[in-house]
């Protein structure tokens, strides 16, 4: 023991003594040391498996500190933290001008071997898996308790529920290790006989068992019970009854075997109470808006089911009519009242109105990247302006369509000044820029092998990180089996802090021979082009385009018309076009409602070699129904003439149709007119193509974005040769579709079927797809 420094007398020789006594009965005996004593050394004793260096880079007590019971005290809470250990001890021994401190531990065995017993009815990997113990772990009761409890849970989902296991060790503490054994006793694996369903009045038996999970063993199900799963069941049936204006329903069940012990009688019995209807609906301490005006936003009416989501959502409809004029802090609390002796139920919502809230100032936040003036430039709301619900979720829809960011939310937040708050827009940045390279297959372009470097949030002046004035610049090649292209194009959205668009591209694209797809010569097009845009309004916008290029027409097939013939060699194009476009669509990369309608008109001849005029038009609508189903429709047509000195319609100008962007279920540009002698599509003057498209979402993200979607589909079109052979007749496929985001980019999977017969080509299911590349 360490001195204090002279001879201890009796009464503290005794003292000591009583200390040492109580410290070996209550707690981890350490040796004697004052309080304050300048600490030399410290060790550590009793490893064997565990390096030192690790254990004392835990402790606080360190050479050259003062002793300190605390300190130690918290050091030895520290070492049974780590895991490593069953017993700590501290001992002190007194050494010249100090004291050396020594921590005992004693470890916990290794496992040295794990013993699997008994009928396991798993794979024994799964089973090792499953309990998270390995071979040279160091041994902890809790930890295989936690194991043993995550395998039980597994033999129970499998169907096994009265699994037993039990664990017990050899140990071998020469060695300190020990040999877990574990012994399975999975029992029969036990399956639901039949479901019972006891107390519904109004809804019948097949409809209860429709909502559940839980189903009994048949060809198709294998009837496993699992206690977690009947419990989300009997919750889902309380939701659908009180959906349905029960709103005291009961439901419970109970288990019970067979006298074999390997059925399962599973007996739900619900009590449904009455169903409650709506009796009044009134609405107080309105004073902007009349009680008949916003009675129309109700769903609950007199004499409806009521319930409590429909209670909710009117609540919310009239909090959204307030804050769509600006009283965003208005509140709406329903109040219901159940008349005993009608059984219905009185509504009533209490309004608090306030005051109208206007817009202090538009605070930015997360854009690291992203300039202010390209996020606040899309806000259609400014400072000074009452806070209107309608304008701020265009405004999110405005910023979701740039592409920019992850997620844009908003917030409001109160000011000094009364009735003025501030509206803060908080975004998270996607990345715009790649540099892409990969390749893809579709029953189009055949294999293809691209390589794409864009920013879709460029920045010309921002060296050297060019990045967050919304300017897209994009250079793309493409070299394929059928086709070889390469594309710069740039873009800026607003010219001199203007809403007017400006671009310019350049390309040369190149489209090989290949009979398989209809394509009887070898295409290749030079050239450039000025865009001009402007947006008049959220939905409206006007587009203009100028193109100048350079058309070769070589290695036409022998059989080819005299006309086809013609077109061999080189032509200058000079083209001037106009579009207008209305979109008024929620999401303009995965829209689910709202409408696109566009116009354009094309010259060409203002210069170059051919005259023509080109015009077309076409209107998609997208309407969500139920939950997960949207019905597209579209309709596009368009004709083209030539005029002048030109005879005839380059066939390079001309429209095909047939695959996977057209009439679907018909070979690619296989409909419309074809060469007499080859048999190949010349293409024509006139243009028409509709489709309708029921869509559902079949899986969707944690962030509710889509992933799995199938379709079903029917298509219609054609293309005439000549503008007034328009409409004489009309082709038709259907068919089933899928659509799938990877990580790879969206993949489009059709199986189409042609309606129509067209000479010359089967009536077969044909499979059209398309793999594209993700940035």
């Known amino acids: 023991m360490l001195s204090r420094g002279r001879a201890a007398g009796p009464w503290q020789r005794l003292f000591a003594g009583l200390l040492s006594a109580m410290l070996m009965v209550t707690g981890p005996v350490r040796g004697w040391a004052a309080e304050g004593a300048r600490i030399l050394d410290v060790d550590v004793k009793g490893l064997s498996t565990i390096a030192k260096e690790t254990t004392l880079a835990r402790v606080q007590t360190r050479p050259g500190m003062n002793y300190s019971d605390a300190i130690i005290s918290e050091d030895i809470r520290r070492l049974f933290a780590q895991g490593y250990f069953t017993d700590v001890q501290v001992q002190t021994e007194p050494l010249e001008d100090g004291v050396r401190v020594i921590f005992v531990v004693k470890e916990k065995p290794v496992i040295k071997d794990i013993v699997l017993e008994g009928e396991l009815h798993l794979a024994k990997g799964k089973v090792m898996n499953l309990l998270g113990i390995k071979k040279n772990d160091l041994y902890d009761p809790r930890k295989v308790k936690d194991g043993i409890d995550q395998l039980k849970a597994e033999y129970r989902r499998k169907g096994y529920y009265r699994a037993e296991i039990v664990t017990s060790t050899q140990d071998d503490p020469a060695r300190n290790s020990v040999t877990l054994v574990v012994v399975i006793d999975a029992g029969a694996r036990m399956r639901i006989k039949q479901i019972f369903i006891e107390g519904n009045l109004a809804y019948s038996d097949r409809k209860i068992r429709y909502l559940m999970k839980t189903k009994r063993k048949h060809w198709w199900s294998p009837g496993v019970y699992d206690e977690q799963v009947l419990e989300e069941d009997l919750e889902r049936i309380r939701a659908f009854y009180r959906q349905h204006g029960y709103q005291d329903v009961a439901v419970n069940q109970t288990v019970s075997t067979d006298p074999t012990g390997r059925w399962l009688y599973v007996t739900v019995k619900i009590t449904e109470g009455v169903q409650h209807h709506v009796g009044s609906v009134t609405i107080t301490g309105n004073t902007l808006f009349t009680e008949t005006e916003l009675k129309k936003l109700l769903s609950l009416k007199p004499g409806a089911v009521y319930t ?3 209670s909710q959502s009117d609540l919310r409809a009239i909090k959204q009519y307030y804050g769509d004029r600006g009283y965003i802090n208005a509140t709406v609390a329903p109040d219901t009242h159940l008349d005993e002796a009608t059984k219905r139920m009185d509504v009533k919502f209490d309004i608090v109105e306030h005051e109208l809230v206007y817009v202090n100032r538009v605070d930015i936040r997360g854009n690291l990247r992203t300039k202010d003036v390209v996020i606040r430039r899309e806000l259609r709301i400014n400072p000074g302006e009452p806070f209107d ?37 908080e975004v998270k940045e996607a ?33 050297p990180n060019f990045v967050g004035a919304g300017q897209d610049l994009r250079l793309r090649a493409e070299v394929g089996t059928v086709r070889r292209n390469f594309d710069l194009s740039f873009t800026e959205p607003w010219i001199l802090g203007y809403p007017l668009s400006f671009g310019i591209d350049l390309f040369n694209r190149t489209r090989l021979r290949s009979s398989s797809l209809g394509f009887g010569f070898q295409e290749r097009r030079m050239g450039g082009g000025l865009r001009l845009g402007k947006e008049f309004t959220d939905h409206l916008r006007l587009d203009t385009t100028y193109q ?80 997960r189903f949207v019905l597209e429709s579209r309709v596009r047509s368009g004709i083209v003439n030539n005029y002048g000195s030109t005879n005839e319609v380059p066939i390079f ?123």
């Open 389 to 425: 619900g309608k304008r701020i979720r265009r405004s999110l829809e405005r910023l979701y369509n740039l592409g920019y960011f992850e997620e844009v939310n908003v917030d409001t937040q109160p000011t000094s000044t009364p009735n003025h708050d501030d509206l803060i827009v």
């Open 548 to 627: 100048l290029f350079r058309t070769q027409i070589s290695d036409v097939v022998e059989q080819a018309s005299a006309d086809l013939k013609a077109e061999t060699g080189t032509t200058d194009i000079s083209v001037v076009g106009s579009t207008v476009t209305w979109d008024s669509t929620d999401n303009k990369f995965d829209p689910t409602k709202g409408l696109v309608a566009f116009t354009g008109a094309d010259l060409a001849g203002l210069g170059g070699d051919r005259d023509f005029y080109r015009l077309q038009g076409g209107v998609s609508t997208f309407v969500p129904h139920f939950d």
């Open 308 to 310: 409590t989501e429909a």
């Open 653 to 775: 100008e001309r429209f095909f149709a047939g695959g996977s962007n057209t009439i679907r279920g018909f070979r690619e540009r296989r409909v419309g007119p074809r060469d007499p002698l080859s048999n190949d599509p010349i293409g024509g003057e006139a243009m028409f193509m509709g489709s309708i498209e029921e869509v559902m979402t079949l899986m969707k993200d944690e962030r509710g974005k889509s992933i799995l979607k199938g379709s079903v589909f029917w298509d219609v079109g054609n293309v005439w040769r000549h503008v007034d052979q328009y409409a004489q007749d009309i082709q038709s496929g259907t068919g089933v579709g899928f659509r799938v985001n990877t990580p790879i980019g969206p993949v489009r999977v059709d199986l189409g079927f042609p309606i129509t017969k067209i000479e010359g080509e089967g009536r077969k299911p044909r499979l059209h797809f398309n793999i594209s590349r993700s940035f």
């Open 431 to 463: 990345k715009t820029g790649s540099f892409s390279f990969g390749g893809g297959f579709s029953s189009v372009d055949r294999v293809v092998g691209l390589v794409e470097l864009e920013q879709r949030n460029f920045d010309l002046l921002n060296w």
